[in-house]
Structures are given as structure tokens and as C-alpha cells.
């Protein structure tokens, strides 16, 4: 029993010096404050966190983040949400400004790197599948990389690590509800 207990305890420290990538999709509530929470986590054991959010501009509580770590960068690449208009040429630009950053960040001394919202950029076709592997595939092999959004493609979910697919089961939204500070923003 001690050398079972051993070896996967050795197995464990075997795996944490390897990134791995963990896709956060589906249409249920969730993904964007999953890959918060494993930040929080993150900062908490001492390590720095990158947060770039695609296509969102607005201030959330969460975004305040960094106010309260020093090791922790939040961006945004986006100018409205698309529900109060359609996208423009300028919200491509700012996805692709985005990815340009992101090639730079993947190869700079960040432990943990959150992609918020980069599956929308992608199903909006401001960026590609091939374009975000190729990004991917070229970082330091020791970052822990977290990807969310819905419509995340076969593609992606076969190159991560780990999916988790939050599913919509039932929403208060439905109701009329709209967003409620501290809990959904």
C-alpha cells in the first residue's frame, strides 16, 4: 500500500511540471468563473496568472482581480458584447490584436494563461481553429493554459487536455431575471 501511495504521489509531482490545456464549453453558465476560480487558486499557490478575455469590454467584479495580486494581468480584446449590436471589422482587428499578445504571453514567465471567450472569436470566425492550435503549439511546455467559451470546435477539444462542457439544465434568466452583481457579474 505505501509504494501505491508512493508512486502516485511521485506520479503527481511528475505531472505538475507539465502545462496542460483545459477547454471550458457548453451553453451552460459557468466557463468564464470556472477559469476565475482556478486563477484565484493559482494566485494563491504563489504563481502568475495571465487572463485575456476576447470579445468583452466590460468591467465585471472579477476583472478587479488585479487590484488585489500583484502576479496577476487581466486584458480585454473586445469593444461591446454582441448582443446590443453586430460585430464589426474593429472587433476582428481587437480579436487579432489579441492573439498577437497572446503568442507573447504564452512564451513569458506566466504559470497560468486564461483565454476568456476565445471560442466566441473563433465561431465568429475572427480567428481560426488552425490559427489558435498553431498559437498553442508554440508555447512553453510548462504553462497551464484554460480556454473558454461556447462552440469550442471537435478540433480544440481533441487537442486539450481536459474538456468540461457546462450544460444548461435550467436558468434563471428564463425567468427575467437579469444579471445579478456578485453572482453573475
Partial sequence: MYLQIRSLYMKE??????????VYTGNGKGKTTAAFGLAVRSLYAGKRVYIGQFIKSMKYNETGLDKDFDKVTIEQYGQHCFLEHDPTEKDKDMALDGLEKIKEILNA????VVLDEIFIAVYM???STEELIGVLDKRSGDQEVVLTGRYASEEIMAYADLV???????????QGVLSRDGIDR
Fill in 125 to 127: 470566425g475572427f480567428i
Fill in 13 to 22: 509531482e511528475e505531472n505538475a511540471m507539465s502545462g496542460y490545456v483545459h
Fill in 109 to 112: 514567465d506566466y504559470d497560468v
Fill in 164 to 174: 468540461t462542457e457546462m450544460k444548461e439544465v435550467k436558468h434563471y434568466y428564463k
